[in-house]
């Protein structure tokens, strides 16, 4: 399988070198060039399979020969193993009248755990094979920082470092990142706002010389293995749905930068049989009104109970915008440019129709966040998150207004544990606190403070990878 630029400029590329990109050179998003396609006798036949064995059977669709066979099935195995139950990863719970698919059972209790743990196991197997090392930079306001250091900690040749604003993130993150003491982990709590960090990260990937001299990459939610391993759960769901219960399906998913939810599209582009899929915002909803009215506009961020899902702009996006225009990479150019240059981009009557055939779209505001959480444990006893109770406000509401019986699944993309004052405030309840939270206040931490400059920075990533590689 080759890989092609959403904007056209890059040469095809094999799925190994795509994932090194992880960015297209060309500043657009790498895909496949064909979406390959699953019969009905194929899921019919992978009803039986163990989330390894699935993976393996969808991953291998992407990978092709590039990968042997049982490397590849160690890596999933092994990225697997990090969750509760590694032969199921995902469980899919009935609570009423929606099911719940849980994705928060890795070891940072957050969805990310799926993609990246994989992601750790695969940059590790080529780096190796083509004994090169790799550097991860990145900014994080929790949720991917925490998920990539677990992704990545003590692999052979890659060295990770997170920045994040110090004392501005969550007590629980925090300590997440810190307590990590793996040699190749460093956390730096940057004495500014999580723009800061932003901002120097960006400024240190646009000095080329200390990029390439220091190996620098990222693993942000547009490397394409992140979204692949995202399309796995799609099936794993479907198949755990009984057999009376799999018509008319839609998955509701909780969305930010639609990593998650293009996983979907691409799922239900091969062949799973999925009636539509339907996306939930908090009030940072531009993806909502691009659904709804065609008018994708850029907007300011305002905080929310559900922090992972507020969003300026969905980098991600670019990737459906592709097939919305028909494969047409000049016009995925031409209209992200003038998104440049206008802050919004409106797509014709007919292109909205199509994308109302694939999605549908809700949000719910920081009221209805809570208020949702506290009718959803009122009546069922299942406590939800903040992110996972916008899904499933907006699954109540879709199952209220449709005239047949539809069968919702909701994503859970975090563990109430992980919002405790979010579920206290809407229930009066303290989320139980999972094994991997407990003991985390005890625990030793590694944290380095800088002043909030990009010269600050580098020089410490500079002076810790010459400590790591003497001459
Ligand atoms: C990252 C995240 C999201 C948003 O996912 P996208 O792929 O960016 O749409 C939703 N919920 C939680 C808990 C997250 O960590």
Not at 237 to 247: C, K, S, Y
Not at 357 to 375: K, M, P, Q, R, V
Not at 377 to 385: F, K, V
Request: some cysteine.
């Amino acid at each position: 399988m080759k890989y092609i630029s959403t904007r056209g400029g890059v040469e095809p590329l094999s799925f190994l070198d795509a994932v090194m990109m992880g960015l297209a050179a060309d500043g657009g998003l790498l895909l496949p060039e064909r979406i390959p396609v699953v019969t009905g006798a194929q899921l019919a036949a992978w009803e039986k399979l163990s989330y390894p064995e699935l993976a393996a059977r969808i991953f291998s669709l992407y990978i092709e020969d590039e990968i042997p066979a049982a490397e590849l099935e160690r890596m999933i195995a092994a990225s697997c193993a990090a969750f509760d139950q590694p032969q199921v990863v995902a469980p899919l719970v009935q609570t009423g009248a929606i099911h719940i698919l849980e994705l928060f059972h890795g070891p940072t209790l957050a969805f990310k755990d799926v993609a990246l743990q994989f992601l750790g196991h695969l940059f590790a197997w080529i780096l190796s094979r083509r004994r090169e090392k790799l550097n991860i930079l990145g900014a994080t306001s929790g949720d991917t920082g925490s998920a990539a250091i677990y992704g990545l900690r003590g692999k052979e040749n890659i060295n990770i470092f997170i920045i994040h604003p110090h004392g501005r993130v969550s007590p629980v993150q925090e300590r997440q990142m810190t307590s990590v003491l793996d040699d190749n982990v460093f956390n730096i709590a940057v004495e500014g706002s999580f723009d800061d960090g932003q901002r120097i990260v960006k400024e240190i990937f646009a000095d080329l010389d200390f990029k390439l001299r220091h190996h620098l990459g990222a693993v942000n939610s547009i490397n394409w293995a992140r979204v692949m391993a995202q399309i796995v759960y799609y099936f794993a769901a479907w198949l755990q749905l009984p057999a009376t219960a799999r018509e008319k399906v839609e998955i509701v998913v909780p969305s930010g930068n639609f990593g998650n939810i293009f996983a979907g599209y691409l799922a239900k582009k091969m062949g799973l049989p999925l009636k539509r899929l339907v996306l939930a915002s908090n009030s940072n909803n531009i993806l909502y009104h691009f659904i709804t009215s065609g008018v994708y506009q850029r907007d300011t961020v305002v905080p929310t109970w559900s922090p992972s899902m507020d969003i300026q702009v969905a980098s991600n996006f670019e990737r459906y915008f592709y097939y919305l225009m028909g494969e047409d990479a000049g016009e995925v150019r031409r209209q992200f440019s003038r998104l440049d240059q206008t802050g919004r981009i409106t797509v014709t009557g007919a292109e909205q129709q199509r994308v109302q055939e694939d999605f549908a779209a809700g949000y719910a505001d920081n009221d209805s966040t809570l208020a949702t959480i506290a009718a959803f444990q009122a009546e069922t006893g299942y406590l939800l998150d903040p992110h996972t109770a916008a899904g499933v406000k907006v699954a109540r509401e879709r199952q209220a207004a449709s005239r047949e019986k539809l069968t919702s699944i909701c994503l859970a993309t975090a563990h109430p544990a992980k919002f405790p004052a979010a579920v206290a405030r809407a229930t009066g309840i303290s989320p139980p606190v999972p094994p991997a939270l407990q003991g985390l206040e005890q625990r030793p931490t590694r944290m380095t403070v800088l002043p909030a400059t990009t010269p600050a920075v580098k020089e410490f990533i500079a002076a810790k990878l010459a400590a790591r590689e003497p001459g």
